[in-house]
């Protein structure tokens, strides 16, 4: 009989998914299940069949895995904000392990060792920047996040794998905004008023920014909104972000700073840096120097060394490494971040760095062609990795180490296998949790020239 459409069923389930879903098989049908563990049998209901595969969600847990964390906010996972937080921290450790293990398997280059995954420091509450929805729920304004594959907004308050200051921060906003009877937005019509919650706080220094981003770059309540959220302890910077656009794209283009500072500064070691709204910074505080130290120890830096620090941000691995050796020069897409790795570089004495704002698929030809000659090139791409185009012009400049640091190791291994038909090696990836709870994996590893 084919699989329905709400039938319930019993499944054992044998694997998880990229995306952490339980894997079972039934009459030929490789049926996904929300939140289902290996091991685990569970009477499910159909949701969605396709050809060959179907979605199901567990209606009872008929045998329970000894890995499954019961966890107080069902939410959490249901949203996807945490959908590894029912499953032991240690397992949450090789599921990633195990995802860049089979990621090489299927790229035939099972003779890569990979390292066990780097535990992070903290597993709640480690991340330094929450980006949260406002909608009106039953006449309310209120913070969440959205259902899985949905818009429809699960309010919450404890946000459980941010910094509880920012949940704190999150929740005395959502306060002023209801008090003053700022209207929620709502999409569909593409009405109202604040769109988005972004609050960033320094672990190190305790500086707040607050970014409100709102339909319109002005409101007849934004005086007394933003006296009052200047109260909260710690805010240091409200921004008010203009999105007045009907789209999923979180930020607007303009930034408008209504107190304080159009930064905040965190640091990283002994260095400081300042971070601007629409810079990227890397949210987990005390994981981040023991990722970029492993990079740095793969590097093995000598002082006369050329570096490049590709797809920077605000500088901070080549700031981080730029006194142990020659030069550093860095380029990045975001032109504000590119203004910050500069300051940056001025704010910790560096000399010997400069960034320069463009796609690194482009600057890095252009720097080729120029002739620059480097030793060691750092990068750290967004999750499409890197193009055919720079890996050729970075090839040209002759390194003879390129460290790759990576939030996808699916492109990450594409991409390593371009370096290979250029002449480069690399014998071991080495996961890193960056983003516990979660399913995402950051890796690093080292290419070297044969
Ligand atoms: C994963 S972040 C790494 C930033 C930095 N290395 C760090 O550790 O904080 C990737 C950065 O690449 C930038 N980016 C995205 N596409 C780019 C491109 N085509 N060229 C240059 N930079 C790009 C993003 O703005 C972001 O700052």
């Known amino acids: 009989m084919n699989m329905q459409k709400n039938q319930i069923i019993d499944l054992e389930i044998t694997d998880l998914s990229y995306e952490a879903m339980g894997v079972a098989h039934y009459n030929g049908m490789t049926v996904f299940v929300t939140n289902a563990l290996p091991g685990e049998v569970v009477s499910a209901k159909i949701l969605k069949v396709k050809k060959n595969f179907a979605f199901a969600k567990i209606e009872k847990i008929k045998k329970e895995s000894p890995d499954r964390v019961k966890i107080k906010l069902n939410q959490w996972v249901q949203t996807g904000l945490a959908s590894l937080a029912h499953i032991k921290y240690e397992k949450q450790l090789v599921f990633k392990r195990n995802q860049v293990v089979n990621l090489l398997k299927k ?175 890397q949210i987990n505080s005390l994981q981040t120097p023991r990722l970029y130290n492993l990079a740095i120890e793969k590097a093995d830096l000598k002082p006369s060394d050329v570096v490049v620090d590709a797809y920077s941000g605000i500088g901070t691995i ?93 492109t990450m291994i594409r991409d390593l296998q371009l370096f290979k038909e250029q002449g480069y090696q690399f014998d071991r990836i080495d996961p890193v949790d960056m983003f516990p709870q979660t399913p995402h994996v950051e890796a690093v590893t080292i290419l070297t020239k044969n």
């Not at 990979?114 to 006449?139: F, W």
């Not at 190190?204 to 319109?216: N, S």
């Not at 965190?266 to 601007?276: P, Y």
């Open 318 to 410: 080549g700031l981080s490494v730029a006194k142990h050796v020659k030069a550093v020069r860095g380029m990045e897409v975001i032109a504000d971040a590119v203004r910050d790795a500069n300051a940056n570089a001025k704010l910790n004495n560096i000399s010997n760095a400069k960034y320069v704002t463009g796609k690194a698929e482009e600057i890095m030809p252009h720097w080729a062609k120029e002739g620059l000659k480097t030793d060691v090139v750092f990068v750290d791409p967004p999750r499409k990795g890197l193009t055919p185009e720079f890996i050729d012009a970075t090839v040209k400049t002759g390194p003879k180490k390129v460290v790759y640091i990576s939030c996808n190791p699916a």
């Open 107 to 281: 790229a035939h280059l099972d003779d890569i060792e990979v390292g066990q995954t780097l535990a992070s420091p903290e597993q709640k509450g480690y991340r330094n920047k929450a980006q949260v929805p406002v909608r009106e729920v039953k006449g309310k304004l209120e913070i969440g996040f959205f259902r899985r594959h949905s818009h429809d907004l699960v309010p919450l308050t404890n946000f459980f794998t941010t910094d509880p200051e920012i949940d704190r921060v999150l929740v005395a906003v959502r306060d002023v905004l209801r008090r003053n009877q700022v209207p929620a937005y709502d999409e569909i019509h593409n009405k109202g008023e604040v769109r988005y919650l972004d609050v960033r706080r320094s672990k190190a220094t305790g500086e707040i920014m607050v970014i409100l981003v709102c339909l319109h770059n002005d409101f007849v309540q934004l005086p007394r909104v933003a006296a009052e959220i200047s109260q909260i302890p710690g805010v240091t910077s409200i921004i008010l972000n203009h999105n007045p656009k009907k789209t999923n794209v979180i930020l607007g283009q303009k930034d408008y700073v209504v107190y304080g500072d159009d930064h905040i500064t965190d640091q990283i070691g002994n260095l400081k840096f300042r971070i601007s709204p629409k810079s990227f910074f």
